[in-house]
């Protein structure tokens, strides 16, 4: 799978999890491994204009997708499992934007800028949230990738530390790495 990240925002964006939660958000919803994603960060200005044009809303917003017209007619879903590689379309967040949001609920924009990123990749695979059942849908899928993703996060981190006490403790007792099964 190919995830392009560009950061245009002038705000620091930790690009490789951006790809790891894109990743894991296509991988989960069994997306064929060859398709193709970018992602773009922008400043408040660029996304103003993206929203005016493309939404015909006033001023910014946090996440945009442009999904590519030509992946699937209207009956079938980028995610469709006998779907060949394709070139999904584009996800544009807002860092500026997303800031503000981050600081309302409670976390960090980092967080914020993960739970776009999946809504934005969701938005690709056809996903909306115009109609309330739909916005209950999308919603907790998200809510749940979000927190599967964490959760594995967490996990390896955890057997990495682990891995370092464990070394740590072998290295003291004059046992050397590669003795380890």
Request: proline share 6%; charged share 30%; hydrophobic share 40%.
């Amino acid at each position: 799978m190919s995830i392009e990240v560009v950061n245009e925002s002038g705000v620091t964006v930790d690009e490789s999890l951006v790809v790891s939660v894109a990743r894991f958000t296509l991988d989960t919803m069994r997306v064929n491994p060859a398709a193709e994603l970018a992602i773009t960060a922008v400043g408040l200005d660029t996304m103003t204009e993206l929203h005016e044009r493309w939404m015909d809303e006033p001023g910014p917003t946090d996440v945009m997708a442009f999904p590519m017209d030509s992946l699937a007619d209207d009956s079938r879903r980028p995610d469709a499992p006998d779907l060949g590689p394709a070139l999904l379309g584009d996800v544009v967040l807002c860092p500026a934007f997303a800031k503000d949001q981050a600081r309302k609920a409670g976390h960090t924009l980092a967080d914020e800028l993960h739970l776009l990123t999946v809504h934005g990749v969701l938005h690709l695979l056809g996903y909306d949230h115009l109609e309330p059942a739909d916005e209950r849908e999308m919603f907790a899928l998200q809510d749940k990738l979000l927190a599967q993703w964490r959760d594995g996060r967490a996990k390896a981190k955890a057997q990495q530390a682990q891995r370092r006490t464990d070394d740590r403790l072998l290295g003291a007792v004059g046992l050397e790495d590669e003795q380890r099964p």
